[in-house]
């Protein structure tokens, strides 16, 4: 596995490159968070190309907040994609670690389980980030600059890649834990959220379509 520090600043190539290796890190996490990264830039991309229009003055305030929030939901979605790498990382720290020992065991073991968590928490984030990105987008459609309505529901689309693929990590990293409580509470955050989010997606849809041929 190459250094995979700063995966953000990476060029597309590059990006690319390391993504394409035989290497699993980065995979489908840091890719689920890019894809929220990208939704949320090109959102505040609308909110720039509607204000300072006499046309959408009336929205002005609306396409300002949206900017604010569409810029920190873009940093924050930027540094999950190296939190997630990372976060594979740690688990397969955690599987080396020796077992020969009762005690090894029971360390491995513990490792395991809290690695485990962590990389259940980052693509957990991913996916609430992406909530939050799809519900300015709606306002990105529903009130910005009608010449990028396909803008915003291409963000809309990947909002949603966005969640299911990071819904998609926090189901394969299920099979690691044991107890069932916790495991039923991830499963219900996914299953709600996801909902959630084809709801939005529909909206998105819709309001798009006022403006498209």
């Known amino acids: 596995m190459s250094q995979l520090s700063n995966l953000i600043d990476f060029s597309v190539n590059d990006f690319l490159k390391e993504l394409s290796s035989s290497s699993p890190a980065p995979g489908g996490g840091s890719v689920s968070a890019l894809s929220v990264a990208i939704a949320s830039s090109l959102t505040e991309m609308v909110a720039n190309l509607t204000l300072g229009r006499k046309k959408y003055a ?21 540094q999950l994609v190296d939190l997630d790498t990372e976060a594979y990382v740690k688990v397969m720290r955690a599987f080396q670690l020796p077992k ?26 991913t996916a609430t980030l992406a909530y939050e990105v799809m519900k300015i987008i709606e306002v990105a459609l529903a009130k910005g600059n009608s010449n990028t309505a396909s803008d915003g529901l291409v963000a809309s689309y990947l909002a949603l890649s966005g ?15 044991k107890d069932a409580d916790e495991i039923a ?19 998105a849809e819709i309001l798009a379509k006022t403006h498209l041929g």
């Open 58 to 78: 009336e929205v002005s305030d609306d396409m300002t907040q949206m900017k604010v929030l569409a810029a920190k939901f873009t940093v924050e979605a930027k």
């Open 163 to 177: 969640c299911k693929g990071a819904i998609a990590n926090i189901r394969i990293n299920l099979i690691s834990l």
């Open 100 to 125: 020969e020992t009762p005690d090894e065991k029971t360390t491995r073991r513990e490792a395991i389980l809290f690695a485990t968590r962590n990389a259940i928490e980052v693509p957990k984030r």
């Open 185 to 203: 509470g991830y499963d219900y955050f996914c299953r709600d959220l996801l909902a959630k989010m084809e709801e939005l997606a529909l909206q």
